[in-house]
Nanobody
Framework: EVQLVETGGGLVRPGGSLRLSCAAS????????IGWFRQAPGKEREGVSC????????NYSDSVRGRFSMSRDTAKNMVYLQMNSLKPEDTAVYYC?????????????????WGQGTQVTVSS
């Protein structure tokens, strides 16, 4: 069974950092595009970052570029999102997802499989 499980969310003060992890099972993450998305209450799900696992190239939304960094460990079948300089507007449920299409696009309908999400709250 294909499964993605996100961990690492929590409560952090503005300016703080968190690292989210996405564990993949039921498939190996080679040759996919894996993305991180987030959804705040009352808002649409939006793309945060994506990575093509065959070469490690990344793409970021304008709102997080320079603060967030995505990486993968193919040996562990894991993908990570390092989030620095967090702001209250980063508060959301964060999801990882993958698609077999090797494109660095943050288009929600492109992604075929999704995790259950992890809550990130940035508040003082």
């Amino acid at each position: 069974e294909v499964q993605l499980v996100e961990t690492g969310g929590g409560l952090v003060r503005p300016g703080g950092s968190l690292r989210l992890s996405c564990a993949a099972s039921g498939f190996t993450i080679e040759d996919y595009t894996i993305g991180w998305f987030r959804q705040a209450p009352g808002k649409e799900r939006e793309g945060v970052s994506c990575l093509t696992t065959n070469d490690g190239r990344t793409n970021y939304s304008d709102s997080v570029r320079g603060r967030f960094s995505m990486s993968r460990d193919t040996a562990k079948n894991m993908v990570y999102l390092q989030m620095n300089s967090l702001k209250p507007e980063d508060t959301a449920v964060y999801y990882c997802a993958f698609t077999t299409v090797l494109l660095l696009r943050l288009w929600v309908p492109l992604y075929e499989h999704w995790g259950q999400g992890t809550q990130v709250t940035v508040s003082s």
